[in-house]
């Protein structure tokens, strides 16, 4: 079977750092995909791993470890805006069918 | 460019019905995917388009039905509609190698069935 695990909620406060992971266990791996999406839109793509390491991409960066099925995003310098669902989804084959966990809810405070 | 554009954004509909959903991709991309998404199940894979041929499919039943045409627009069709199937559908486009890469995602449309 195909199973994503990542937290449910998190909080923080703006200018912190926050980390968020994202553990998998599917048949075959291709890529992971963070996404972004603010309550009543479309998600928005933050970032992919294909290689073990880290994506630096400013305030966001994405860690992979392929032989140990996990990844995190790293949120830095936390602000209001950045309160919102983060999806971490995997593809299992080079095609494009995304594998989405039930996403990390953010909350983001003064 | 222009990003993923979806049609209608919002639909209600009662059960028994069918409704057609379109979605027209990021200029030059190849691939749509269609996804949906609720509060219990989160985001669930559908199918995906690729040059006018499904080249993946999800787990869901055979009322999912959808195409592609030539100019790399989609639609989808659900048929017999059920409670179970409001929902928000998204549709996204990808545009590297093959059609893999990044998905960059529309605003979604809406069905709401009574």
């Known amino acids: 079977g195909q199973n994503i695990d990542q937290p449910t909620e998190m909080t923080a406060t703006e200018g912190a750092i926050v980390q968020i992971n994202c553990t998998y266990q599917t048949s075959g791996f291709n890529g992971l995909f963070w996404y972004q999406q603010h309550a009543g839109e479309a998600p928005t793509f933050l970032s992919y791993?294909?290689?073990?390491g880290l994506e630096e991409k400013g305030r966001f960066s994405s860690f992979l470890s392929r032989s140990k099925g996990y990844s995190y995003l790293l949120l830095k310098e936390l602000q209001m805006k950045d309160s919102a669902s983060y999806l971490c989804?995997?593809?299992?084959?080079?095609?494009?069918?995304?594998?989405f966990g039930k996403g990390t809810t953010l909350s983001v405070s003064s | 460019k222009a990003g993923v554009t979806q049609t209608p954004r919002y639909l209600i509909k009662t059960r028994g019905q069918q409704v057609t959903l379109s979605c027209s991709p990021i200029s030059g991309h190849r691939s749509v995917s269609w996804y949906q998404q609720t509060p219990g199940q989160g985001l669930q894979f559908l199918f995906e388009?690729?040059?006018?041929?499904?080249?993946n499919k999800g787990n869901f039943p055979g009322r999912f039905s959808g195409r592609q045409f030539s100019n790399s627009r989609s639609e989808m069709n659900v048929s017999t509609l059920e409670l179970g199937d409001s929902a928000l559908y998204l549709c996204?486009?990808?545009?590297?190698?093959?059609?893999?890469?990044?998905?960059?995602f529309g605003p979604g449309t809406r069905l709401l069935v009574l």
């Open positions: 388009y690729f040059s006018e041929t499904q080249r």
């Open positions: 791993n294909v290689l073990d």
């Open positions: 996204a486009s990808s545009g590297g190698t093959g059609g893999g890469g990044a998905q960059y």
């Open positions: 989804a995997v593809t299992t084959r080079a095609g494009t069918a995304l594998i």
